[in-house]
């Protein structure tokens, strides 16, 4: 390995172009990218907007040229090695969850989690930036590759040993890289090959033979002990190198071993392995995912293809698929391509608190959402009524749900005021009255259309804000007023925030319940962005990013007023003019909700306070949240002394007091063993409706009955038509 200043690169293929190019692996940089110092509230958007600039303003000076790819959808062959991830990473959350939880404060880096929704933003912040960016239609890092050899890129900047066996440009290390000097290490595969006794044209082999995302290690498994064995009869003296290290020198002298001198294409498969039929034909596949266009193949249409038939194709014109793939590529789209052409969406794992029974999962949220955009991209300009009625694939994470197979998700007809129109004339058809249909189809999605009057005279962000916020108010029974200031507080006065003054926000500690909201604040907007795709843009994609209108810690600290009896002045940061905004939000939301009969509870929740994390910040540090005004500090001192009283039998009147709404707000949902408005029965389990109506929860259990069923989340009983939303 050498380490080199990646501005010493050339490109060195003929006809190639003159400005220094690198091809980008989006998804490998994520980590890198986000180094900003709190990541569990949500995620600090605005930092990670200036991380971002001045990452890409150090190339660009430097005269390099960038083309970022991100992942446009996990293909079937990954699918299972998609859910062992996801799965793995279900166990970090518990982790982090039980260490904020115990602890009231962020844990370290070693359970460092992603904020949610960081992938898709961030594809659209550099789109935003002026770069060249695209999104997959095959695999991500074949794309990768294909581009960086038919262009003749300098390198390819990731952290994928997948970049070493395919033959294309040569490998930069992002996970290397010191972005002030543009010096990292690069991966020379002719070295490398030299190193084990093998050949480029034999690095695919060696990869499946290894274990990739195609070939798990599972399926060679007794390939790579037989090469062990004789590798070590071979050379009995102990290696050097780590065990890994053996591994890959033993299999490596396996494939030069049982390797055809007379067939020395990238695609040969020795007749002399030990391979079943069903091995062979998976590693058959495994050696073509490494085959770029002009490579040789096993045979005749062994490169990866695109699927030539999309999923839905009967129920949408040729105009709409061919305009939804180039929106896809070119990231001015988002899921419609996923949905139309592949019949397949997902959404990966989410800080959500598996413990937490109050709080529902955000796919099953959004599901509602989704169902109405299946059907805006599906069954607009039909009756809803087909014989061979349409379903999605869902392969969305949450606690509980085994990912065993996709979820069959049917769509639903949003209930318009005009009828429902074709999405070609949503698409492609002008003039104002289809700007204000393409409006009303965004607001009926999420169930806002008395929103359309504010259009125009609010921030196109705060519009979009208000709709998540209601949208969630409505699904959520378990959310409080408390919540909705929050969510609309931090909505309004994000914007005059610069990155340094949110950064510098005091968070006395953190709530675990704070956190799981953060995080489906941010999945929501995912889903705002889904819908305004959909409509065709009602709304600018710039005005739904998560910096427009969210901040995690600004967030986290707005909840902890919030949940504080802090006065909204307060809570407005003491700006008169934050705070009209804010009032006028507040206002249509709650009007919305007392429509549909959601009546908002105050249910103010106090998490203890970490005293270990408190030790070393100043009196004045321990007492302050966000721009708190004088004397709002001690109001937590107040609460604090409140609850030793109840300790002490005393205080028990205040307390009641504090806790009443809220046992009867949660009482008038249980009522009856179980049941809810109307006759609709609830069984003893966490069920919840969530096709038509509100999502509900189930009443609080003894330890042994909810450690029993912990984290498992159970769909009841669907109604034959959705209800309207507040039955």
């Not at 939880?101 to 370290?108: L, S, V």
């Not at 390939?223 to 003296?237: C, D, K, L, S, W």
């Not at 001015?332 to 529902?360: A, K, Q, R």
């Not at 009443?660 to 249980?670: C, M, T």
Request: proline share 5%; with cysteine; aromatic share 8%.
């Amino acid at each position: 390995m050498l380490s080199r200043s990646v501005c010493d690169r050339k490109p060195e293929r003929n006809g190639s172009t003159t400005i220094p190019t690198i091809a980008v692996d989006g998804m490998a940089c994520l980590r890198h990218w986000y180094s900003c110092k709190d990541w569990v509230c949500g995620g600090q958007w605005r930092e990670i907007m200036d991380v971002l600039k001045r990452w890409v303003e150090a190339f660009t000076s430097a005269g390099i040229r960038l083309v970022f790819f991100f992942d446009g959808l996990v293909k079937e062959q990954k699918r299972a090695e998609w859910v062992k991830r996801r799965r793995r990473v279900n166990g970090e959350i518990c982790k982090i969850f039980n260490y904020v939880k115990a602890h009231r404060q962020q844990p370290g880096r070693e359970l460092f989690c992603l904020p949610s929704g960081l992938a898709t933003f961030t594809s659209f912040a550099l789109k935003s930036l002026g770069q060249e960016v695209f999104s997959s239609l095959q695999e991500a890092d074949y794309e990768i590759a294909n581009y960086a050899c038919q262009h003749g890129c300098m390198g390819i900047l990731g952290q994928d040993s997948d970049f070493i066996v395919f033959d294309s440009a040569p490998y930069l290390s992002v996970a290397k890289l010191q972005i002030g000097t543009l010096t990292t290490v690069l991966y020379d595969r002719q070295r490398f090959c030299r190193n084990i006794g093998l050949t480029v044209a034999q690095l695919p082999l060696l990869a499946c033979l290894l274990g990739n995302d195609v070939v798990s290690e599972e399926w060679m498994q007794n390939i790579r002990n037989e090469a062990m064995a004789t590798y070590r009869i071979n050379h009995p003296a102990p290696h050097s190198g780590a065990s890994q290290g053996q591994m890959v020198l033993a299999v490596s002298h396996l494939v030069s071993s049982v390797w055809d001198r007379q067939e020395r294409g990238k695609g040969h498969i020795p007749q002399s392995l030990n391979l079943s039929g069903a091995q062979r034909e998976i590693l058959k596949r495994g050696l073509c995912s490494y085959l770029l266009p002009g490579q040789e193949a096993l045979q005749q249409g062994d490169i990866p293809a695109l699927p030539s038939t999309p999923a839905f194709e009967k129920y949408v014109s040729p105009e709409i698929l061919k305009a939804c793939r180039e929106k896809h590529v070119a990231v001015e789209g988002f899921m419609v391509y996923n949905v139309l052409c592949e019949g397949v969406t997902e959404c990966s794992n989410t800080l959500e608190d598996e413990e937490d029974t109050e709080l529902i999962p955000q796919a099953l949220v959004y599901k509602r959402c989704r169902q109405l955009i299946y059907g805006l991209l599906l069954l607009h300009g039909h009756d809803g009524r087909h014989a061979d009625f349409p379903a999605v694939k869902e392969w969305f994470v949450y606690p509980g749900h085994p990912l065993l197979e996709a979820d069959m998700v049917h769509p639903l007809l949003a209930s318009l005021p005009c009828d429902n129109p074709s999405l070609d004339l949503l698409w492609f058809g002008s003039g104002p009255e289809v700007s204000a249909l393409r409006l009303t189809s965004f607001l009926s999605i999420f169930g806002c259309l008395d929103f359309s009057e504010l259009y125009g005279t609010i921030e196109d962000s705060l519009l979009a804000a208000l709709c998540l916020v209601t949208y969630t108010l409505l699904q959520v029974q378990t959310l409080y007023e408390e919540d909705a200031d929050a969510y609309l507080s931090q909505a309004v006065c994000v914007r005059l925030k610069s990155p340094q003054e949110l950064q510098q926000i005091k968070l006395p500690f953190l709530s675990s319940r704070a956190v799981q909201l953060g995080s489906l604040y941010v999945r929501g907007l995912s889903h705002l962005l889904f819908a305004n795709c959909a409509s065709e843009c009602p709304l600018p994609n710039a005005a739904l990013m998560p910096w427009q209108s969210f901040d995690g810690r600004l967030f986290h600290s707005k909840y902890l007023l919030a949940h504080n009896y802090t006065e909204k002045t307060v809570l407005l940061d003491n700006n008169p003019s934050c705070l009209s905004l804010f009032l006028c939000l507040k206002e249509k939301l709650m009007e919305t909700c007392r429509k549909r009969g959601r009546i908002l509870q105050s249910g103010r929740i106090a998490p203890e306070r970490n005293h270990e994390a408190e030790a070393g910040l100043s009196h004045r540090e321990r007492h302050s949240v966000s721009d708190q005004a004088p004397g709002d500090g001690e109001r937590w001192s107040e609460m604090e002394e409140t609850t030793r009283g109840h300790q002490h039998g005393g205080g028990r009147k205040e307390k009641w007091e504090a806790g009443r709404d809220r046992r009867e707000f949660r009482d008038r949902l249980w009522e009856g063993g179980g049941r809810m408005r109307g006759s609709q029965c609830f069984h003893s389990q966490p069920h919840f409706y969530n096709d038509g109506g509100p999502l509900q929860c189930p009443p609080k259990q003894s330890r042994s009955q909810s450690h029993y069923n912990r984290g498992r989340y159970r769909l009841a009983p669907r109604w034959s038509q959705p209800p309207p939303p507040g039955t």
